[in-house]
Antibody
Framework: EVQLVESGGGLVQPGGSLRLSCAAS????????MHWVRQATGKGLEWVSA???????YYPGSVKGRFTISRENAKNSLYLQMNSLRAGDTAVYYC????????????WGQGTLVTVSS | VIWMTQSPSLLSASTGDRVTISCRMS??????LAWYQQKPGKAPELLIY???TLQSGVPSRFSGSGSGTDFTLTISCLQSEDFATYYC?????????FGPGTKVDIK
């Protein structure tokens, strides 16, 4: 059974840093592109970052230069290093697996809440 | 950046109704479109990919159509468990983007 379990969320002050983790199981992690998606309370979904099987990375302008996605295939783990956090980064962060053939995101974690507040 | 609109933003319907949600792109994306269902407090679930292909395990009352810039999600006979928020997503080019969502609630 495919499982994605996020951790590392919490309360952080503006300007601070946080590192999220996503533990994957039930599939060959190294063979799949992985993504982070976030959702502020009561708002829609926002794609945050992606990492390919070769380690290539992608970001939207809203987080580029502040967030870094990485993976550790030996540990079946995905990470999101978030620096220079702002109140607008407050959201539930989900990790998601890109389906084979890149047909959408077929598995999602349960999410981890990040709150940026003083 | 490819911008997306969804309509309507809120759809009030009754069990048994046929409902249609539209998603429009700011530029053509071929068929690189997915639809997701999200219930409160839960992660999104993939319903349809490649604009019209049903994800495994998804009931056949869900269907998708369209290509290029205009896409549609149809629920042929609304069931109680279908009251949720629906999002379209383009994965044609980075940055991937989601539509603003359509909430389907009980009339």
């Amino acid at each position: 059974e495919v499982q994605l379990v996020e951790s590392g969320g919490g309360l952080v002050q503006p300007g601070g840093s946080l590192r999220l983790s996503c533990a994957a199981s039930g599939f060959t992690f190294s063979s799949y592109d992985m993504h982070w998606v976030r959702q502020a309370t009561g708002k829609g979904l926002e794609w945050v970052s992606a990492i390919g099987t070769a380690g290539d990375t992608y970001y939207p302008g809203s987080v580029k230069g502040r967030f870094t996605i990485s993976r550790e295939n030996a540990k079946n783990s995905l990470y999101l290093q978030m620096n220079s956090l702002r109140a607008g980064d407050t959201a539930v962060y989900y990790c998601a697996r890109a389906a084979s053939g890149y047909d959408g995101f077929d598995y999602w974690g349960q999410g981890t809440l990040v709150t940026v507040s003083s | 950046v490819i911008w997306m609109t969804q309509s309507p933003s809120l759809l009030s319907a009754s069990t048994g109704d046929r409902v249609t949600i539209s998603c429009r792109m700011s530029q053509g994306i071929s068929s690189y479109l997915a639809w997701y269902q999200q219930k409160p407090g839960k992660a999104p679930e993939l319903l349809i990919y490649a604009a019209s292909t049903l994800q495994s395990g998804v009931p056949s009352r869900f269907s998708g159509s369209g290509s290029g810039t205009d896409f549609t999600l149809t629920i042929s006979c609304l069931q109680s468990e279908d009251f949720a928020t629906y999002y379209c997503q383009q994965y044609y080019s980075f940055p991937f983007t989601f539509g603003p969502g359509t909430k389907v609630d009980i009339k």
